[in-house]
């Protein structure tokens, strides 16, 4: 999708299609970065959604840098690479992992690279939509409701 940012094309996925960016990326030998932000919901004792707040960042194909806060088994955290200029270091040494990397970071990190992904006017009304059949994926992403979807950002 173009953006109001003459140099950026946004890559959108409704999962864990990581593949398409990269690869993109890769052939155009242009900084490529992905995000990812799903809140941590548990429901009836029940994880629905696993949390994660993750930004990758690739030039061409060399991995740069890589910052996770995720929930596996576990809440894990994961840093790669050289921290960048506009890094909050101070954050990842909160005691809750959650809490070293979170949507406002990540938002802010974006900022400081040129993309406002927090911004719907940024993103432009040119697109391209692929899409794929999904009934057969084993482990198909459980519904959540709104209002418990939305908790996950407060």
């Known amino acids: 999708m173009a953006t ?12 864990s299609d990581i593949a398409s960016a990269n690869v993109v990326g890769a052939r155009l030998d242009c900084l490529n970065i992905r995000t990812s932000h799903q809140p941590h919901i548990i429901r009836d004792r029940k994880i629905v959604s696993y949390g994660s707040t993750a ?6 194909a060399r991995h740069i ?3 996770q806060a ?3 088994s576990r809440w894990e955290w994961t840093l790669f690479g050289d921290p960048q200029p506009f890094e909050n270091l101070e954050s990842y040494k909160a005691k809750k992992i959650q809490d070293r990397f979170t ?17 719907l006017g940024f993103y432009g009304s040119d697109g391209l939509l692929i899409e794929g059949d999904t009934s057969n994926w084993p482990h198909k ?3 959540v409701r709104g209002n ?3 908790h ?3």
């Open 103 to 119: 949507l406002d970071s990540l938002n802010e990190y974006c900022r400081a690279l040129g993309i406002e992904r927090d911004n």
């Open 65 to 67: 840098r890589s910052i």
């Open 152 to 154: 996950g950002f407060a």
């Open 55 to 60: 930004l990758w960042i690739h030039a061409g």
């Open 70 to 72: 995720s929930y596996q």
């Open 141 to 143: 992403p459980q519904p």
């Open 148 to 150: 418990e979807w939305l």
């Open 4 to 15: 109001s940012a003459d140099k950026w094309t946004a890559v959108f996925s409704q999962g």
